[in-house]
């Protein structure tokens, strides 16, 4: 590639090539919302969601609904965007979401290895944290691995094995000096695992204790859609929620996060961080969800589509694309501040 042309790099261009390769292949439309349509009859869901999509559609529908009002005539102060997780410094309040399965769901383009590397350390090199997931097509430790060679800078996600699993799981993270781990509790219903024949378990509150117990390092339960399983995560000790319904890929017809969020933080806000994801693609989206009670918002499908086709040049991109439409709206609606960011900036319309 010419010098000119690299200097012409930018996320219209990753877009492009992601459209090329993914649109036939994984009937997404890659049009600007991001929707991908759902699993057909039983093939493979590619970037799709379960059943009819349902659940997708709603995180992506009912995030719309609420709509940022805009408060202008006040003092201009820049607006502080930035923030901490687990005495890391963030950028913006926005993380990389837990994504896995290149092979299994974004048609085997390049290695798992490599698409780790692009998300946590596009992630790294932008100021902020990228999550890693967990596939049936490769071994369980494969993202501990990656973010202990990223200088232990990222998180993984590990699938509810059994116990036993975990636990030594979770002793190579803290070898590994990995700065926090989880579990994809809603990854109990991940049909590649159904169909690898690879067991998958619910996890009682003893358990998620235990789970807590056995590291020093941080512990995240993700997968959390309602109340009473978001004051049992609060009550394990765990130092993170992360409100998700995993993008609707276990369950379709399922509540939209932007339905329960508010009510889970009215409940567990300030005792433990949460995280909240499902159809974030705009800094103008991360303001509405940070406003409906997340106090870290992460985002799936675009940086897995950045990373397998432009690696950690194409997720630092779509990061700064964020944080440049994050400052746009909170200077738009008076946020001085994250703080700011609460339900008063909202209005719901249906
Ligand atoms: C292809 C793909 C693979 C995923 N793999 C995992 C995974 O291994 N572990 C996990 O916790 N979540 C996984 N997720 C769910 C994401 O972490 C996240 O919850 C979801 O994508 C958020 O919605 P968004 O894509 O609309 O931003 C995956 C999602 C996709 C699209």
């Known amino acids: 590639m010419s010098e000119k042309n690299l200097k012409n790099r930018d ?22 919302g ?31 609904q609420y709509r940022l009002k805009m408060n202008l005539i006040k003092a201009h102060h820049e607006p502080e965007m930035s ?66 060679r990223n200088g232990g800078w990222g998180i993984p996600i590990i699938k509810p094995h059994s116990q036993e699993e975990l ?4 002793q190579l993270v803290e070898e590994l000096d990995v700065i926090a781990v989880g579990v994809d509790l809603d990854g109990v219903g991940s049909q590649f695992w159904n169909a690898h024949g690879k067991p998958l378990y619910r996890k009682t509150e003893h358990e998620l204790r235990e789970l807590v ?38 369950m379709d017809c399922g509540q939209a996060v932007a339905d329960v969020l508010p ?3 009215k409940e567990i806000s ?11 693609r705009t800094g103008f989206d991360v303001l509405t969800v940070l406003a409906l009670g997340a106090d870290v918002v992460l985002i799936g499908r675009p940086l897995a589509m950045m990373s397998v086709v432009g690696g950690v040049e194409a997720v630092k ?26 339900m008063e900036i909202l209005v719901r319309s249906r």
């Open 11 to 32: 996320l219209n261009y990753f877009y492009n090539i992601a459209r090329n390769l993914l649109e036939d292949f994984y009937n997404c439309d890659c049009k600007p």
């Open 34 to 64: 991001w929707i991908c349509t759902p699993e057909k009859f039983g093939a493979t869901m590619g970037l799709g969601a379960a059943g009819q999509g349902k659940t997708f559609e709603a995180n992506y529908n009912t995030l719309h």
């Open 83 to 148: 923030t901490s997780i687990f005495g890391k410094d963030l950028t913006i309040p926005v993380m990389g979401a837990s994504v896995s399965g290149v092979k299994l769901s974004i048609n085997d383009i390049i290695s798992e290895d490599d698409f780790y590397w692009g998300l946590m350390k596009g992630a790294r090199d932008f100021g902020s944290i990228g999550m890693v997931g967990n596939t049936p097509a490769c071994p369980d430790d494969l993202g501990i691995t990656v973010a202990g």
């Open 167 to 170: 636990i030594k799981l979770f």
């Open 213 to 250: 117990d056995c590291t020093e390092k941080p512990v995240i339960f993700k997968g959390i859609m309602s109340v009473e399983d978001a004051v049992k995560v609060a009550d394990s000790g765990a130092s993170a929620c992360y409100v998700s319904n995993h993008g609707g890929r276990p």
């Open 263 to 265: 009510d889970i933080a």
């Open 270 to 280: 300030g005792k433990i961080i949460i995280l909240a994801d499902g159809a974030v």
């Open 317 to 342: 991109l779509y990061y700064e694309y964020v944080k440049d439409d994050l400052r746009t709206s909170m200077i738009m609606t008076g946020c001085d501040n994250l703080q700011d960011a609460t």
